[in-house]
């Protein structure tokens, strides 16, 4: 990622000190590490948490909704039954340090897990969440922009996503994205980029990583969490910014396989992927084949808001400030 932000910008990219918070500490990456015996690593029971900070105009980095992801990161934790043992401002206060130290002045990728780690005295071996003690670690790296936005191809996926009687899907549950794994894994392997994943009731729930919006007969529209998705927080952006910027509300409802078929235009959202047009879905074409005027518009506030360049949501950046001396 070093050379490539190197060959985009014509600039030297200074390196990055690799360090992560872990067990209650900064510590150099190579020592936060975990036992083969940890039980989130046997079981599947850790949450987890993806974030971005982005260079802003002033060349200082800037935190984008941390606050809320962290805040759905604790809603995940008490899932699982899991104690973080801070709150969600302590856990931005602690990623803001570590980015300081890390030293970056390009954008970066914030990766906060929570998992269970291993069996307290007298708890007899087996898959559970009581009788476990549990282990907080954060690191980050250097992550740009990697999605097309110029589109992206998708296929229908064979493998159907949870439904939340069987796993808690409104969380960010390590163990779920074996489900997410398996879609990718097959539409790559027939020649896609992504896949959504219908729900048990055939309807729309997610893609791999992202949230879905289509627009269908005039209207934006995204599935309701009822569709067993997760609230994703760039979904809860887009809703936000084409309501206040575009004067265009979302409605929120089930979308089938004949709907995004049918779209002017589909694009996904997610912290990651940030906003990504879809141009083609299972071999036809979305529309005419390219972004649309609704989806290049939401791009374009999109980054503008990230950047810090719209004032009126200054309130979703939390600036990291200099390193400590």
Request: some cysteine.
């Amino acid at each position: 990622m070093t050379s490539a932000v190197a060959a985009a910008t014509g600039k030297a990219v200074p390196a990055l000190a690799a360090l992560a918070y872990h067990d209650g500490e900064f510590v150099p990456l190579e020592q936060a590490q975990v036992p083969v015996t940890t039980q989130a690593l046997q079981y599947g029971t850790g949450v987890f948490e993806g974030i971005r900070a982005y260079v802003q105009e002033d060349g200082g980095l800037a935190v984008f909704r941390g606050r809320d992801h962290y805040l759905r990161f604790l809603r995940s934790s008490r899932t699982l039954r899991i104690e973080v043992g801070l709150d969600a401002e302590q856990l931005c206060g602690l990623t803001a340090e570590l980015l300081r130290r890390i030293g970056s002045t390009t954008d970066m990728y914030i990766r906060p897990l929570a998992y269970k780690r291993s069996l307290l005295p007298g708890t007899p071996p087996g898959v559970q969440l009581t009788g476990v003690s549990d282990a907080l670690s954060v690191n980050a790296f250097r992550m740009g922009s990697y999605t097309d936005r110029g589109g992206i191809r998708v296929a229908i996926s064979s493998w159907r996503r949870p439904e939340s009687g069987v796993l808690p899907v409104r969380a960010k549950v390590t163990g779920g994205y074996v489900n997410n794994a398996l879609a990718v894994d097959e539409a790559r392997a027939a020649g896609y980029d992504d896949a959504i994943l219908l729900n048990s009731r055939g309807q729309v729930a997610e893609a791999s990583t992202t949230n879905v919006f289509a627009v269908v007969r005039g209207r934006l529209v995204t599935p309701p969490v009822t569709a067993d998705l997760l609230e994703g927080i760039t979904r809860d952006t887009v809703v936000t910014l084409a309501a206040e910027l575009l004067d265009v509300e979302t409605a929120f409802h089930d979308l089938g396989r004949e709907d995004l078929c049918g779209a002017d235009e589909v694009f996904l959202t997610g912290t990651g992927a940030e906003i990504v047009p879809v141009t083609e879905i299972g071999g036809r074409p979305v529309g005419d084949g390219a972004p649309g005027p609704l989806t290049t518009a939401l791009t374009t506030a999109y980054h503008e808001v990230v950047r810090g360049k719209d004032q009126r949501y200054q309130h979703w950046l939390q600036a990291v400030g200099s390193a400590t001396t």
